[in-house]
């Protein structure tokens, strides 16, 4: 079955530094990546629709330039999360649009910012 | 806008008893629906979905969920819980035909007493 795989699973960084997280599609092409974000005993939050080639579109409330989404092939999205504060903190899980209303999630990544 | 609601923030079920997790959500047209489950510190796994058709759908792991239109829910259901269901459960929502931003949930937390 289709595979999404996100990369890194768990990081640590220190305030004020960026940190990257990886998307990618390993067996199809999704010229559509969905970020979200998931704060403990929640649920997940839509962040941002990417889209291969073109600008993310960004949910409102979300800072885009906090959030950086590049979706640069049909498959790789990346979200950088700039000048990371403790309240960044949370878990971030991708999504990629695959065939017939197929959607494929990764298995997140947990950010913590000390 | 759509929204979904889980009236069951957690629920307790012994091993080979039956369950059902409830969703209801709001939406003006015919929405498509969801049920994910997620393990601790991992991504979504898709259960099952509607999109159409037979109101009564099959899933994985021997889940079904059945689609009712006059009370707007699409409950989950198991006829034999399993210790291995321990889980997260999130209903979604995804609006309009080809959209793939899904409104989840803020998700049921199955524990299974052996």
């Known amino acids: 079955g289709a595979v999404v795989s996100q990369h890194p699973s768990w990081v640590i960084c220190k305030s004020g530094t960026s940190v990257k997280i990886e998307c990618r599609s390993l067996?199809?092409?999704?010229?559509?990546m969905f970020w979200y974000r998931q704060f403990p005993k929640q649920s997940l939050m839509l962040m941002a629709t990417s889209n291969e080639g073109s600008k993310a579109t960004y949910e409102q409330g979300v800072e885009k330039d906090k959030f950086l989404i590049n979706h640069a092939s049909l498959t790789l999205s990346t979200l950088t999360v700039t000048s990371a504060h403790p309240e960044d903190s949370s878990f971030y899980i991708c999504?990629?649009?695959?065939?017939?209303?197929?959607?494929?999630f990764g298995n997140g990544t947990r950010l913590t910012v000390t | 806008a759509q929204s979904v609601t889980q009236p069951d923030i957690h629920i307790t079920v012994s091993e080979g008893a039956s369950l059902e997790l409830r969703c209801n959500y709001s939406y003006g047209a015919t929405p498509y629906l969801f049920w994910y489950v997620q393990s601790p510190g991992q991504g979504l796994q898709l259960l099952l979905k509607?999109?159409?058709?037979?109101?009564l759908v099959q899933g994985i792991k021997g889940f079904e969920a059945e689609f009712k239109r006059s009370q707007s829910s699409f409950n989950l259901r198991k006829p034999s819980v399993h210790w291995s269901d321990a889980a997260e459960y999130f209903c979604a929502v995804g609006a309009g035909a080809g959209s793939y931003q899904l409104t989840f949930g803020k998700g049921t937390k199955l524990s299974v007493i052996p």
């Open positions: 999504s990629a649009r695959g065939g017939m209303f197929s959607l494929h």
């Open positions: 067996d199809f092409q999704a010229t559509t």
């Open positions: 509607y999109f159409s058709g037979d109101t």
